[in-house]
């Protein structure tokens, strides 16, 4: 996604911000042997303005605008934030 090509696996979360170029492809080597395998993912649209502009300008809103600001270049979630 963005400016990086890695191979994705089971459980991978990414947070994507607007106008990020992505795709997610299997490799021919995972279907291989297996025709009926197929990747699964579930994916969540959501305009930023969804609640409007002054929520994002709320003191207790700051940690998710700078969410979005840092998703603006893609962000892979890890570690115990993946697993809650």
């Known amino acids: 996604m963005g400016d990086s090509i890695e191979s994705f696996d089971v459980g ?11 795709v ?3 490799d ?8 009926a395998l197929k990747a699964r993912s ?4 959501f305009p930023k303005d969804i609640f409007g502009d002054k ?12 969410l979005f600001h840092r998703a603006q ?8 934030t993946r697993k809650s």
């Open 12 to 22: 991978d979360m990414v947070f994507l911000g607007p106008n990020i170029p992505h």
């Open 24 to 26: 997610w492809y299997n």
């Open 28 to 35: 021919e080597a995972y279907h291989r042997n297996d025709e």
């Open 42 to 45: 579930v994916v969540i649209y």
């Open 55 to 66: 929520f994002y300008g709320l003191p207790e809103t700051k940690a998710l605008t700078d």
């Open 73 to 80: 270049r893609g962000m892979k979630i890890i570690g115990n």
